[in-house]
């Protein structure tokens, strides 16, 4: 199937699998490897990305369901401009250790920006209760958030 | 036959023509928002499948009065259920449901369709949709569509009446009542991101202060939703007040007792079900407090 969808802010056409997982379509078949795969059953929250400006789990999206959608991952906020303020946060936090989560986390955090661009300690944690992190204890990530420039 | 193909419906019409090639094959798969379809294709190494993609049915995304109901379609997501103004006035229960469920990437994705068909004995959604006396709607591949209460609908685990040449398309509600409250609550292994281990679902209508209706179901305890007959039959003519609640959570021990006699889980869950019974009995008492 020829999946036409923009991606990361481009209009794609590409011949794929549409059973395949989005994960795998990202990663594989476009190179965008910011989005991680953890769990793989929408738990961990590592491969989330931006699905017509959501927080979704690309592991529980089939590539086909894309079509006419439109998806954004990490490298594609880079190249918006909307990644350096919530990165410069994480990194000035210590929010980032191994860094496995970290795309993630940013993903859930720019979709809660969009929906709620002041939001509460609990709204955040709220934001974030699908992105797992195993190194820094959370606390460092909230504040990160907090402290995001405009 | 192992295929691979995918069709992505627009249309009831589109939808229609699908159900005519799927009534006979095994391996076709309706995928909305694939939060349980992709756990199951990665358990039981699902490899090759001809998916239905329901997600592009607008049709199926709307929730509107439509005279003395609520109508549901099957593709509303979790986000939109728990957002929904009209089910907040008219059917609270099942957007604090929907708010339980899962993280807010499943919540942006996993459908009240999907909950209800996958027919997962834990399913929030069940319950509290049980509560409001909902129906369920499917279409079959001539174009029909018939309805059934949502408590028949389901027959166990991962069962329910459901023909291999239907879809579910809508969840309907009947339309609150003036001075009807409902409520939902849930108790899992950590308070967010889980799953249930028991929920609660309550309906209840007053006139002058006192119970005239009252409908209570539990989830996540047997195979099915359980009503909780004694519990609403005690209700009856009563004022929602301290005496009341004891004598409630009383009888839902007494519930799970006769539910689950011999299962372990009985001595967690008869403790368990007084939290539920509480939080959803105090739910009540502030919403009337506000209005």
Same mark, same amino acid.
């Given at each position: 199937?020829?999946?036409?969808?923009?991606?990361?802010?481009?209009?794609?056409?590409?011949?794929?699998?549409?059973?395949?997982?989005?994960?795998?379509?990202?990663?594989?078949?476009?190179?965008?490897?910011?989005?991680?795969e953890?769990?793989g059953?929408?738990?961990?929250?590592?491969?989330?990305v931006?699905?017509?400006?959501?927080?979704?789990?690309?592991?529980?999206?089939?590539?086909?369901?894309?079509n006419?959608?439109?998806?954004?991952?990490?490298?594609?906020?880079d190249?918006?401009?909307?990644?350096?303020?919530?990165?410069?946060?994480?990194?000035?936090?210590?929010?980032?250790?191994?860094?496995?989560?970290t795309?993630g986390?940013?993903?859930?955090?720019?979709?809660?920006?969009y929906?709620?661009?002041?939001?509460?300690?609990?709204?955040?944690?709220?934001?974030?209760?699908?992105?797992?992190?195993?190194?820094?204890?959370?606390?460092?990530?909230?504040?990160?958030?907090?402290k995001?420039?405009r | 036959?192992?295929?691979?193909?995918?069709?992505?419906?627009?249309?009831?019409?589109?939808?229609?023509?699908?159900?005519?090639?799927?009534?006979?094959?095994?391996d076709?798969?309706?995928?909305?928002?694939?939060?349980?379809?992709?756990?199951?294709?990665? !358990?039981?190494?699902?490899?090759?499948?001809?998916?239905?993609?329901?997600?592009?049915?607008d049709?199926?995304?709307?929730?509107?009065?439509?005279?003395?109901?609520?109508?549901?379609?099957?593709?509303?997501?979790?986000?939109?259920?728990?957002?929904?103004?009209?089910l907040?006035?008219?059917?609270?229960?099942?957007?604090?449901?929907?708010?339980?469920?899962?993280?807010?990437?499943?919540?942006?994705?996993?459908?009240?369709?999907?909950?209800?068909?996958?027919?997962?004995q834990?399913?929030?959604?069940?319950?509290?949709?049980?509560?409001?006396?909902?129906?369920?709607?499917?279409?079959?591949?001539e174009?029909?569509?018939?309805?059934?209460?949502?408590?028949?609908?389901?027959?166990?685990?991962g069962?329910?009446?459901i023909?291999?040449?239907?879809?579910?398309?809508?969840?309907?509600?009947?339309?609150?009542?003036?001075?009807?409250?409902?409520?939902?609550?849930?108790?899992?292994s950590?308070?967010?991101?889980?799953?249930?281990?028991?929920?609660?679902?309550?309906?209840?209508?007053?006139?002058?202060?006192y119970?005239?209706?009252?409908?209570m179901?539990?989830?996540?305890?047997?195979?099915?939703?359980?009503?909780?007959v004694?519990?609403?039959?005690h209700?009856?003519?009563?004022?929602?007040?301290e !005496?009341?609640?004891?004598?409630?959570?009383?009888?839902?021990?007494?519930?799970?007792d006769q539910?689950?006699?011999?299962?372990?889980?009985?001595?967690?869950?008869?403790?368990?079900?007084?939290?539920?019974?509480?939080?959803?009995?105090?739910?009540?008492?502030?919403?009337?407090?506000?209005?």
């Amino acid at each position: 199937m020829i999946i036409n969808a923009v991606i990361n802010g481009e209009a794609v056409e590409k011949e794929c699998n549409p059973n395949k997982r989005l994960v795998e379509f990202l990663r594989d078949d476009m190179g965008l490897v910011s989005v991680k795969e953890g769990c793989g059953e929408g738990e961990c929250g590592s491969c989330t990305v931006l699905l017509d400006k959501e927080a979704v789990t690309s592991c529980t999206v089939l590539a086909g369901q894309i079509n006419g959608r439109e998806v954004t991952t990490v490298e594609g906020l880079d190249v918006m401009g909307e990644l350096k303020p919530v990165m410069e946060s994480f990194v000035k936090a210590g929010a980032v250790q191994c860094g496995y989560c970290t795309p993630g986390m940013i993903i859930s955090t720019i979709a809660l920006r969009y929906k709620n661009p002041n939001p509460t300690e609990d709204e955040i944690k709220r934001a974030l209760e699908g992105n797992l992190c195993r190194c820094t204890g959370y606390n460092k990530i909230i504040e990160a958030v907090k402290k995001i420039e405009r | 036959m192992r295929s691979n193909a995918f069709y992505a419906p627009e249309t009831i019409q589109e939808l229609i023509e699908v159900l005519e090639l799927k009534k006979d094959n095994r391996d076709f798969y309706f995928i909305a928002g694939a939060t349980d379809f992709a756990i199951n294709a990665k !358990k039981h190494e699902i490899m090759d499948y001809t998916a239905i993609d329901l997600t592009h049915m607008d049709e199926l995304k709307r929730i509107e009065k439509v005279g003395d109901c609520i109508e549901i379609g099957a593709a509303v997501t979790m986000t939109r259920l728990e957002e929904s103004n009209i089910l907040k006035d008219h059917g609270n229960a099942l957007a604090e449901a929907a708010g339980r469920v899962g993280s807010t990437q499943i919540r942006n994705r996993a459908t009240i369709g999907g909950n209800i068909a996958n027919a997962s004995q834990c399913a929030d959604t069940v319950p509290a949709s049980c509560a409001l006396g909902a129906t369920v709607i499917l279409l079959d591949s001539e174009g029909k569509q018939r309805e059934l209460p949502l408590e028949e609908f389901i027959l166990g685990i991962g069962h329910t009446q459901i023909k291999s040449n239907e879809v579910l398309v809508k969840i309907r509600i009947p339309n609150g009542r003036k001075m009807a409250y409902s409520s939902f609550s849930k108790v899992g292994s950590r308070k967010n991101v889980t799953i249930s281990k028991i929920n609660c679902a309550v309906r209840i209508v007053f006139e002058d202060n006192y119970v005239a209706e009252a409908t209570m179901y539990f989830g996540s305890i047997g195979s099915k939703v359980i009503k909780a007959v004694a519990m609403e039959k005690h209700c009856i003519g009563r004022a929602w007040d301290e !005496k009341l609640l004891a004598e409630l959570l009383e009888l839902g021990s007494l519930q799970i007792d006769q539910a689950i006699p011999t299962r372990s889980s009985r001595h967690y869950k008869r403790i368990a079900v007084k939290g539920v019974i509480s939080d959803v009995f105090n739910d009540i008492v502030s919403q009337r407090g506000v209005i």
